[in-house]
């Protein structure tokens, strides 16, 4: 068992459990999704958006769809026909709306 030991402080840690830094602990959710690639759902959760609307302030709006689209060198597959479904590499997905936030949700 680990301890944490202050002048007037003793913490238990459990056996179980460890501390990382929170660098470590953000590296690892960030592997968490690497080499996965997510549905249109799991884009709705992480962006907490329906489909119509990520549609119309993400994926359509030509600024976006240049860098997105898998045709155009980008890292989401737009379905061309019926039956076919999004995919987005999950990483890249991420990083994109990380660096992107302000503009998709100002515009």
Not at 64 to 77: A, N, P, Q
């Amino acid at each position: 068992m680990q301890q944490l030991i202050s002048t007037n402080i003793v913490i238990q840690i459990p056996s179980d459990q460890i501390l990382i830094t929170k660098v470590e602990y953000k590296e690892l959710k960030q592997q968490e999704i690497f080499g996965t690639y997510w549905s249109m759902k799991d884009l709705e959760k992480r962006t907490n958006k329906k489909h119509e609307w990520i549609k119309e302030n993400i994926l359509y709006p030509g600024r976006f769809r240049k860098v997105l689209d898998v045709d155009c060198g980008g890292f989401v597959f737009y379905p061309k026909s019926k039956g076919q479904t999004w995919s987005f590499h999950a990483t890249k997905m991420a990083k994109f709306l990380d660096e992107y936030f302000q503009e998709i949700f100002t515009s």
